[in-house]
């Protein structure tokens, strides 16, 4: 609706909607002029001086070639019109104002009709009678000023002749004009100002993925013919001051004055802004726009320079107050790469600085209030420059702030700092004190900024239903009793949005939410677009939905006890005919990356149907991979991945295979794995293998599988060792329940109990019949290989070794996040870290105590 034009949406209406608009002009002539006539000022002629009388004769002439144009390419079915234009054309000139009267009346009830039906009349319509409305005030400037020097060359020619008091009137007039004329060039220029707020806050929603259209120049087209008016205006009162004296004229001078440093301050803006969430040690850019830079510096030779300064919220409402203050020494960040000159475009007609590669080097906090955390934190970038009016011999202090920013020293940091921008972008009003924003918003508001996250983020034009905001509602206020009505009349805060708990879980509303976006951003946006996934749907409501659904009936919802997760629910039809419906465990990033949702669907034989009774080879069809049957260019038989769920009895039965021999800590547990179950999903595995533990450690394998001992010259077995164990990080790449093998090229000897992530390996000395192993590497490998340089995890690649000055104390360390950043901070590549943090933080805790991790004591 945002292209539309009113006429676009009448045309489609029924007729009878406004069967009582077109009765003194018929819906045939409407239907003739139709987007001619709304772009034209009806609205704004509102008088009947010559101004205004000039203005509708012309108005009116043009509306009469456009009906004589439309009608030379009709037939002859419609023989009155023409008779009736020639009518209209007689009533025009008999009374134009009349037919203002009746424009303007059709309008109004088109827009009503339209408010009616839709609630809001189409954003370039309003655009547009905006755009009308300041330019037939600058139309009305110009025709006054040359009435002023009209009257002033009337003065001029005949002051010798004319008597004293005809002089006298004269003056007066010429007085008046003149004091009309700045009044009305202030109000005018209050409609400019707040236009260019406007399109500041156009800007910052833009910043949460509203549309926005950046084109300066029809803003610059303003401020340039306001521009021209001021020194027109100028010019003619330096004249009356001459002729008349300037006590004629009390306080004008100053008005004037007042209002031109308005204008030129207000022409200088931020036109692409920074990153709201910068960095530190990251370079950005940022562009600076002059609007009146054509009009002031179009012979200079020499450009100012503009410069860029961190500010705080304090320091940014102090500057608001008194733009030009003390230079004050306190420095709240360090910036590099801060200044850069104005330049000037002739072909573009743009002049702007650009600054390329900020560097926001570091940032001093500032005293916090309460529970308020460095990520509610927020500050702005100033940029500010000087600039002379050589023709009134004037400098202006030029200055303009950044959108917020919440300065982040760690990628640990970027969600919650997220939060604090995108809330502000939101719920900031046009004009305020910097940087004052709601704590309470009503929920609606907080829909509609749900839901232009969700679209702008996932690129999709699919968005959020009432059924969604429904579900939303209950998870943020913790609510399943009211209704969707109540919920319009709740207000949502700060704290429910990022800073309380949601209820039995570790994350807050906006960190569940964001991930959710991530995620189908990711990997779900096709299957989003495409409606096969209900996403924001409870548990209960659930239920409702599949079990009256034929048996296999499943849908797809976001975890709402994970971040960044989406399940399967389906219906299981029981032999008595009961029906229970289940939830396979979620699916996180990391599952989808290496199956699709759309195959690992298809590998589960019981769902046959998506929610409503749709086949799921149809609805998820054009999803699936094609699987490739024959071999590749290199000669190898293709393999792929098939996840099953555990206990389902159509799947085929999984292959046993001895494993190492339960520890006491496993022997409680149960069968090892390497990741732990929910009792309320039911896990699937990436490969259907079961472990059969041997109790005893020093029971003989069965025959078929004990290979021969080898030996050496003498005949004596040869000891041999174990490979190194996979890492948790890949025996998590499938789904968390995953149970995933592979072999990697460190052997090292194990203690009896060593412990590695929730599985425990057997001392290799404990077995001989796996110590004679052949296919073992023996103990001198070992050695060999021990004095080597360790690549940390298998998975990285050789040039990422942890170096061997390296010394890490992880004791300091309370979280994953914490863990991340100290080991960024001693250089290792961040690629890596998501690797091997999960055996930093939950295994060399508990073996080194407060030992430094080193590259000698690392396999210790």
């Not at 002031?296 to 008194?322: C, D, G, I, M, Y």
């Not at 490969?687 to 001992?709: G, W």
């Amino acid at each position: 609706m945002s292209k539309m034009t009113l006429w676009s949406i009448v045309s489609k209406m029924p007729p009878e909607c406004f069967n009582s608009l077109y009765v003194e002009f018929p819906l045939k002539l409407r239907q003739l002029l139709g987007e001619w006539l709304e772009n034209q000022p009806w609205e704004f002629l509102q008088g009947s001086d010559a101004f205004y009388t000039s203005t509708v004769g012309s108005i009116l002439t043009n509306m009469m070639k456009e009906l004589c144009g439309a009608l030379s390419g009709r037939g002859s079915e419609d023989e009155w019109i023409p008779q009736y234009v020639n009518m209209l054309e007689a009533l025009c000139r008999r009374n134009p104002l009349k037919m203002v009267e009746v424009f303007r009346s059709i309008l109004e009830g088109e827009k009503a009709v339209i408010l009616k039906q839709f609630h809001r009349l189409p954003p370039s319509f309003c655009q547009k009678q905006e755009e009308m409305k300041f330019n037939l005030a600058v139309q009305r400037l110009c025709y006054k000023l040359n009435q002023i020097h009209t009257m002033e060359e009337s003065m001029r020619q005949s002051k010798e002749n004319l008597p004293v008091h005809e002089g006298a009137l004269k003056g007066q007039q010429w007085t008046s004009q003149i004091m009309e004329a700045v009044t009305e060039l202030e109000n005018v220029q209050v409609q400019l100002v707040k236009r260019i707020s406007i399109w500041k806050r156009q800007q910052q929603l833009a910043g949460n993925g509203a549309p926005f259209d950046g084109d300066l120049h029809p803003l610059q087209d303003r401020c340039e013919s306001l521009f021209d008016v001021y020194l027109q205006l100028s010019q003619e009162l330096v004249k009356a001051d001459t002729e008349l004296g300037m006590e004629h004229f009390p306080g004008v001078l100053d008005r004037l004055n007042s209002s031109l440093s308005v204008l030129v301050k207000s022409s200088f803006l931020v036109e692409h802004q920074p990153p709201q969430v910068p960095k530190t040690q990251t370079k950005f850019q940022a562009n600076v726009r002059f609007l009146l830079g054509l009009k002031l510096f179009s012979n200079s030779a020499k450009l100012p320079l503009v410069k860029a300064t961190v500010v705080t919220e304090k320091q940014a409402r102090e500057l608001v107050r008194n733009p030009v203050p003390e230079r004050s020494s306190e420095n709240m960040g360090d910036i590099v790469n801060n200044m850069a000159s104005l330049e000037l475009n002739l072909t573009t007609r743009v002049c702007g600085a650009s600054f390329k590669n900020i560097l926001l080097k570091k940032i001093k906090r500032c005293e916090r209030k309460g529970s308020e955390s460095v990520t509610e934190e927020k500050c702005a970038i100033l940029f500010s420059t000087d600039v002379t009016l050589s023709a009134h011999n004037v400098t202006f202090h030029l200055q303009t702030f950044s959108l917020p920013l919440v300065v982040i020293v760690h990628g640990n940091q970027d969600n919650n700092a997220k939060a604090t921008v995108l809330w502000d972008n939101a719920f900031s009003e046009v004009e305020r004190i910097p940087f004052v924003v709601a704590d309470l918003v009503p929920w609606p508001r907080m829909c509609e900024m749900l839901n232009l996250r969700f679209v702008s983020e996932v690129q999709t034009s699919h968005g959020l239903t009432r059924d969604h905001f429904f579900f939303l509602a209950q998870k943020i206020f913790n609510d399943s009793t009211s209704t969707a009505e109540d919920f319009q009349e709740r207000c949502v805060s700060w704290a429910q949005f990022n800073k309380e708990l949601l209820p039995n879980r570790g994350f807050t509303f906006w960190q569940w939410f964001d991930g959710v976006v991530d995620l189908t951003k990711k990997y779900l946006k096709n299957y989003w677009s495409d409606k096969l996934i209900i996403g924001f749907i409870s548990k209960q409501y659930l239920q409702k939905l599949l079990l009256p659904q034929l048996d296999g009936t499943f849908l797809l919802r976001f975890s709402d006890s994970e971040i960044g997760g989406i399940t399967i629910a389906h219906i299981q039809k029981n032999v008595d005919g009961s029906a229970q419906v289940q939830n396979i465990q979620p699916f996180c990033a990391k599952d989808l990356a290496i199956r699709s949702l759309a195959d690992r669907i298809h590998d589960l034989k019981q769902l046959q149907y998506l929610y409503k009774e749709k086949p799921k080879d149809i609805a998820f069809k054009a999803h699936y991979t094609k699987e490739q049957s024959e071999k590749n260019s290199w000669g190898y038989v293709p393999t792929r991945i098939t996840i099953i769920v555990e206990g389902d009895q159509s799947q085929p039965p999984p292959i046993s295979i001895p494993a190492w021999p339960a520890s006491p800590q496993e022997s409680s547990q149960g069968t090892p794995t390497n990741s732990i179950h929910s009792s309320m999903y039911s896990p699937p595995t990436s490969v259907p293998i079961s472990f059969s533990p041997i109790q005893d450690p020093n029971l003989t394998p069965p025959a078929p599988m004990r290979p021969s001992f080898p030996t050496d010259q003498s005949g004596s077995p040869v000891s041999r060792a174990p490979a190194w164990p996979a890492c948790p990080q890949e025996s998590s790449q499938g789904t968390t329940n995953s149970t995933i093998h592979s072999s990697v090229d460190i052997p090292v000897p194990l203690p009896p109990t060593h412990q590695l992530g929730n599985v425990s390996y057997p001392n290799i000395l404990s077995f001989p019949w796996i110590a004679e192993d052949p296919r073992s590497p023996t103990l001198q490998d070992v050695e060999n290989q021990m004095s080597k340089p360790m690549n940390i995890c298998p998975l990285l690649p050789e040039t990422e070794l942890l170096p061997e000055d390296t010394a890490m104390d992880i004791t300091i360390c309370n979280s994953q996040d914490d863990i991340n950043a100290l080991l960024m901070e001693n250089g290792i590549n961040p690629m890596a870290v998501d690797a091997f943090s999960p055996l930093l933080e939950h295994n060399l805790p508990q073996t080194l105590g407060n030992e430094c991790i080193t590259n000698q004591n690392w396999m210790a």
